[in-house]
């Protein structure tokens, strides 16, 4: 091995070591297996990489509840303007909720079922309805 100093250090002394060339040349000649002299194990290397398995999120009901106040076409508006339906489908989850007490407005992952919840119950306070909607595991 040489000495070799190093260029624009901050101290005088110190060095880099080198391997000098015949050094370099002798490793590659015992690591090349077809050289007399070398062994014969392989310079590759295998990788496995296991693909992370990602589970379904969690899916939750987006439920409006009965009362005896607010009015059905405030029910059906609720549904067309929140949960993206049509006419006749709001008509039908309103007389839903109407005969049965509870209706199932659509099933979301839970961030999304979340902020439907609280846009229902904001917009229904807003225009003073006591209009109940809820969420549940499904």
């Known amino acids: 091995m040489t000495d070799v100093p190093m260029r624009g250090t901050a101290h005088p002394h110190t060095r880099v070591i080198r391997p ?9 000649v015992a ?12 310079n590759t290397a295998i990788i496995t990489r296991t693909k992370p398995k990602t589970k379904r999120p969690s899916l939750y009901r987006v439920l409006l509840l009965n009362d005896d ?4 076409e405030f029910v059906v508006l ?11 489908d709001a008509y039908q989850i309103m007389m ?3 005969q049965n ?3 199932e407005c659509g099933v979301f992952t839970y961030e999304v079922a979340e902020t439907k919840v ?11 309805h006591p209009l ?3 969420m549940e595991k499904k």
Do not use: I, W
């Not at 060339?21 to 590659?28: D, T, W």
């Not at 690591?31 to 392989?42: A, E, N, T």
């Open 96 to 98: 839903h909720v109407h």
């Open 132 to 134: 109940q909607c809820v």
């Open 31 to 42: 690591s090349d297996p077809g050289s007399p002299g070398g062994d014969d194990r392989s």
């Open 20 to 28: 000098s060339l015949a050094a370099a040349r002798s490793a590659a």
């Open 69 to 72: 106040y607010t009015p059905m």
């Open 101 to 103: 007490g509870v209706g």
């Open 78 to 88: 609720v549904v067309e303007r929140f949960f993206n339906k049509t006419q006749e």
């Open 118 to 128: 609280t846009q229902v119950m904001d917009f229904a306070r807003k225009h003073q």
